[in-house]
């Protein structure tokens, strides 16, 4: 489990890695003492869990956290409760208070186990490349549309639809709207999972309810949870192609 460590204060940061290291599975890959330098973290080292605190200088926790495409799983560490409730409107796994008591910790990381994907029986991580590189149906994308942000998984958004000069996610009952093209969003998709239906649309395949045939060799294609949505023809042939014997 790879850790970034992100807090102004050197002795929190000093106590807290005191604290993990009684959890063997735990690797803290690094610290970062403000936003900007936690930004340049997460991109080289790709941690797994990060530990923010809330207040720092220049940018605040959340605010970095609106400033990502993508997060991993985020517990919150800070000195002040008052922001709990808008921790979990963002869905952190975890809000501890300082000093931060180790049964609390081990609580946390309770939390943090069973979202990870399984290790590799041997492998070796790849240096990231300067394209971008694709995310799959476990990773964890954090939204935010307005006021409201979610860390969503990959897995549970069934559609990705233009409303606009937008796209809107839909997962569970929310449908936020995102500054991202479709273009965008298809690059960075696994195509295994998630399909391009026609021009306005990217469904995720997992959540495909029925398929029946519709006008001029189309097809149509209801998801769970809903909505409908009509494959072009161009898009049509393809489906069939990829997912035929």
Same mark, same amino acid.
């Given at each position: 489990?790879?850790?970034?460590?992100?807090?102004?204060?050197?002795?929190?940061?000093t106590e807290?890695?005191h604290? $993990? *290291?009684a959890?063997?599975e735990v690797?803290v890959?690094?610290?970062?003492?403000? %936003?900007?330098? %936690?930004?340049? +973290?997460?991109?080289?080292?790709?941690?797994?869990?990060?530990?923010?605190?809330?207040?720092?200088?220049?940018?605040?926790?959340?605010?970095? /956290?609106a400033?990502?495409?993508?997060?991993? +799983?985020?517990?919150?560490?800070?000195a002040?409760?008052?922001y709990?409730?808008?921790a979990?409107?963002?869905? *952190?796994?975890?809000?501890?208070?300082?000093?931060? +008591?180790?049964?609390r910790? %081990?609580?946390a &990381?309770?939390?943090?186990?069973?979202r990870l994907?399984a290790?590799?029986? %041997?492998s070796?991580?790849?240096?990231?490349?300067?394209?971008i590189?694709?995310?799959? *149906?476990?990773? !964890?994308?954090?939204?935010?549309?307005?006021?409201r942000?979610?860390?969503?998984?990959? *897995?549970e958004?069934r /559609?990705?639809?233009?409303?606009g000069?937008?796209? +809107?996610?839909?997962?569970?009952n929310?449908?936020?709207?995102?500054?991202?093209? /479709? !273009?965008?969003l298809? @690059?960075? &998709?696994?195509?295994?999972?998630?399909?391009?239906?026609?021009? @306005? @649309?990217?469904?995720?395949?997992?959540?495909?309810e029925?398929?029946?045939?519709?006008?001029s060799?189309?097809?149509?294609?209801? $998801?769970?949870?809903?909505?409908?949505?009509e494959?072009?023809?161009q !898009?049509?042939?393809?489906?069939?192609? /990829?997912?035929?014997?």
């Amino acid at each position: 489990m790879k850790v970034l460590l992100v807090d102004d204060s050197r002795l929190a940061r000093t106590e807290l890695r005191h604290l $993990l *290291a009684a959890f063997p599975e735990v690797e803290v890959v690094g610290e970062a003492r403000h %936003a900007e330098e %936690a930004r340049a +973290q997460l991109r080289t080292l790709r941690p797994e869990v990060l530990f923010l605190d809330i207040h720092m200088p220049g940018e605040t926790g959340f605010e970095l /956290l609106a400033s990502l495409d993508d997060a991993p +799983q985020v517990i919150f560490t800070t000195a002040y409760d008052e922001y709990a409730l808008r921790a979990f409107e963002v869905n *952190a796994l975890d809000y501890l208070l300082k000093p931060i +008591q180790e049964n609390r910790l %081990a609580a946390a &990381l309770d939390k943090v186990r069973p979202r990870l994907p399984a290790a590799p029986v %041997a492998s070796v991580r790849p240096e990231p490349e300067a394209a971008i590189t694709p995310l799959s *149906a476990q990773d !964890q994308v954090f939204v935010k549309d307005g006021e409201r942000c979610w860390f969503v998984r990959l *897995a549970e958004v069934r /559609l990705f639809e233009i409303n606009g000069s937008y796209t +809107q996610i839909y997962f569970d009952n929310h449908r936020p709207l995102i500054p991202r093209t /479709l !273009q965008h969003l298809e @690059q960075r &998709l696994d195509n295994r999972v998630f399909f391009r239906v026609n021009r @306005q @649309q990217i469904i995720n395949l997992e959540w495909v309810e029925s398929i029946e045939p519709w006008f001029s060799n189309t097809l149509k294609i209801r $998801l769970r949870g809903g909505p409908e949505v009509e494959v072009s023809r161009q !898009q049509s042939g393809r489906f069939r192609e /990829l997912l035929s014997l």
